[in-house]
């Protein structure tokens, strides 16, 4: 938990602070001092009497009690040091920026454990190790620079990397983005990001808190709480950026190198951030835009001008919006006449708008007021100005400065001359603003704020479905595949529908079976797992003698138990499936069936719950939802009926928990009508 003594401390100790500010201890002191935290600040270093104008202990058991203990000597010496901090001396919170810990060895481990025991037994709060610290505008616990000027309006930033954090910051303050609080968690030995996400929901006052988080995260130990108090404070207003890495093996094991960090599969986290409503990102530059756009009045529709003294970059940001769904609709009519006979002769308004390199401010500010006054299907206005440096252009950023004030639409400035103009930039950044200086990283982060999903709600209505059948067959089953008797119970249970089908041991009941059904059939064979991989799958079979024909042909593969038969269905082949992800639940995933999911691999996915809403928003991302619809005068499926087969496959994993993978492939598809043709469910009871 985080205590009142970590983020308000009223006094502070430095455990190793030095003279010297080229040593963590040292420049976390000087940081400190210079941040003018006004509590009582203590230092102790075994060979001074006085650090940087602080009376030095030399012993930790010689110091008054103290709230917070930012801790900066060598790890084989903290457990001791937490010890007495804790018992003798009050103290609550512990930042201990030392490595040498569960990163590094099992001793580190070991030491790391000690640490947390002690810090559990008095309801204390750690941070770290391994990290640089906390920043915030109470008090600044890093030993690191960057340090911006922290504005409450800014972004909360959490990271599960010291120098990442940095770099982000580094990022994101030339361009203007505000930071509020930073919080780098390293080891997340007793708090990691999740935690500190929990305290800014249980936090949060609308008005005051701040309403941009930021997250660089490497592990995620406990999903759920990362789901829960993200989606929590996104409800509430607030919106969520987040880079994961550590996706890949290879990734995974450069994390583990200095955070002991675990991948998460790439699927995985995408069907948790989309549930969420958290904007995934995949680098800093694309992080800072995002969160800059956040800055900006939120874009309310999908229409966009473009106004530039440039067409180069406006075209590139043409297609960059247009590509992404976003609309650069052309203006017309009088009002567009009368802009163009106020710009200089070779403009155009025509969207984008290009008032040329020689257009003055008084243009642009004239542009600026026709767009949001008179052009009502304009709903946001992207503005790429640069220069070359020939001319004093102070007076376009204070029109700048005075339109995004007034205007009820929102204005993004993009600023690429950042060498030519930089004194100019320097000083409209300085009033509050917040720049983008790549008009392309600007409209690849626009569109994916605009395209961000909502997060899921908070209770998830499942279908009804037959409970206690479903948990006698599970209860009954054998751990493993289920049988086809068995997969077919669970299914009807769930209200599935399912393909008739029959069950032949020999030649004779086959071709009863068939004539019962009636031709033409399909035959399958029972037993082995991947059927279609060794020929175990015969279509349209239309008479009694190939039915004797394919029965011998398909006994005889190895591991044969019996022949499934089931009437021949044809139609669109869709797929949903379930697979088990430790520590992230079960992920529900639907796409087109037979060579598109082998070979296409046109597969969405979510975590389970999954609501009804969720499954239409899934099928509508499907590469082929064009198929679904219908193509070229083939008819294409309900929907909405595919879309409620999915919710069913989520609460039956949610009745059957054991099901740790499950493949209905194909669910045949036909207008209203959609049928599980083939399924295969895989249960775990340790699970």
Same mark, same amino acid.
């Given at each position: ?26 420049? +976390? ?12 600040? !203590? +230092? ?69 454990? %000690? ?25 600044? =616990? ?6 911006? &000027? ?35 968690? /390293? ?28 997250? !660089? ?17 996104? *409800? ?54 995002? $969160? ?32 992404? /769904? ?34 003055? $401010? ?7 007021? !026709? ?50 103009? &930089? ?16 008009? +392309? ?74 004539? %019962? ?38 006994? &005889?593969?190895?591991? $044969? ?63 082929? !939802?064009?198929?679904?619809? =219908? ?16 919710? *069913? ?10 099901? +740790? ?27």
């Amino acid at each position: 938990m985080i205590t009142e003594q970590l983020v308000n401390p009223r006094s502070i100790v430095v455990i190793g602070g030095s003279n010297d500010i080229q040593k963590p201890g040292g420049k +976390v002191l000087k940081n400190l001092i210079d941040g003018k935290f006004r509590g009582d600040l !203590y +230092v102790t270093n075994l060979k001074e009497s006085e650090v940087q104008g602080i009376r030095s202990y030399q012993d930790p058991s010689e110091l008054p009690e103290v709230d917070l203990a930012i801790i900066a000597i060598a790890a084989r010496f903290i457990p001791e040091t937490v010890d007495i901090l804790a018992r003798q001396k009050n103290t609550k919170a512990f930042i201990i920026l030392s490595a040498g810990f569960s990163e590094e060895s099992p001793e580190g481990n070991i030491l790391e454990e %000690k640490i947390v025991e002690t810090i559990n037994s008095i309801d204390g709060s750690l941070i770290g190790p391994n990290c640089i610290g906390v920043l915030t505008p109470e008090y600044h =616990g890093v030993f690191t620079k960057p340090i911006p &000027k922290l504005d409450l309006y800014g972004c909360d930033f959490i990271s599960g990397s010291g120098a990442t954090a940095c770099f982000i910051m580094e990022t994101g303050i030339p361009k203007g983005l505000p930071f509020a609080r930073v919080f780098s968690v /390293g080891n997340s030995a007793h708090m990691g990001i999740e935690d500190i996400l929990k305290y800014m929901d249980e936090t949060f006052i609308p008005g005051k808190s701040p309403k941009v988080k930021l997250l !660089y995260i490497e592990n995620m130990d406990r999903p759920d709480l990362l789901l829960k108090h993200a989606s929590s404070l996104i *409800r509430k207003g607030c919106k969520i950026a987040a880079i994961k890495a550590g996706t890949s093996e290879a990734g995974s094991r450069a994390a583990s190198s200095h955070t002991g960090a675990l991948a998460s599969s790439d699927v995985v986290v995408d069907a948790l951030f989309n549930k969420a409503g958290i904007i995934r990102c995949y680098g800093r530059e694309e992080l800072i835009a995002v $969160a800059s756009i956040f800055m900006n009045k939120p874009l309310g529709g999908n229409n966009m001008a473009i106004i530039s003294n440039a067409g180069g970059p406006a075209v590139m940001l043409t297609d960059i919006l247009s590509n992404g /769904g976003l609309n650069i609709p052309t203006l017309k009519g009088i009002k567009a006449n009368e802009l163009l006979d106020k710009l200089l002769p070779g403009s155009s308004v025509a969207n984008p708008i290009d008032f040329l390199a020689t257009g003055t $401010a008084e243009q642009l500010g004239i542009i600026i007021d !026709y767009i949001d006054n008179y052009f009502d299907e304009i709903d946001g206005m992207a503005i790429i100005f640069g220069t070359p440096g020939l001319s004093e252009i102070s007076d376009v950023y204070e029109v700048l400065d005075q339109k995004i004030k007034t205007a009820k639409k929102p204005i993004f400035p993009i600023l690429p001359s950042i060498l030519t103009a &930089k004194d100019e930039i320097d000083t409209f950044i300085s009033k509050g603003y917040v720049i983008f200086s790549d008009e +392309v990283e600007f409209g690849k982060a626009l569109v994916k704020v605009h395209q961000s999903p909502q997060p899921a709600p908070e209770k998830t209505q499942l279908p009804e479905i037959d409970l206690d059948k479903i948990r006698k067959v599970i209860n009954e089953a054998d751990e493993g595949y289920l049988s086809p008797k068995e997969t077919h119970s669970l299914l009807e249970a769930s209200g599935i529908p399912i393909i008739r089908e029959e069950i032949a041991v020999s030649p004779d009941e086959a071709i009863l079976k068939a004539e %019962k059904l009636g031709f033409p059939v399909v035959m399958k064979v029972i037993g082995p797992i991947h059927k279609s991989d060794i020929d175990g799958v015969k279509l349209n079979v239309k008479d009694i003698k190939t039915v004797r024909t394919n029965f011998d042909k398909l006994i &005889k593969i190895p591991d $044969a138990t019996a022949v499934l038969i089931q009437p021949m269905f044809s139609g669109i082949e869709l797929f949903t499936g379930v697979k088990f992800e430790p520590k992230f639940g079960h992920l529900i995933m639907c796409g087109l069936g037979g060579i598109f999911i082998e070979v296409v691999k046109d597969v969405r996915a979510g975590l389970s719950p999954i609501s009804i809403k969720e499954a239409l928003e899934m099928i509508r991302e499907l590469n082929g !939802y064009k198929i679904i619809k =219908g193509l070229r005068g083939r008819a294409g499926i309900n929907e909405q009926k595919f879309a409620e087969i999915i919710t *069913r496959v989520s609460a039956l994993v949610k009745a059957a928990p054991e099901i +740790v993978e499950m493949d209905i492939n194909p669910l045949i598809g036909k207008g209203n009508k959609i049928v599980a043709v083939d399924a295969r469910i895989n249960i775990n009871k340790n699970n």
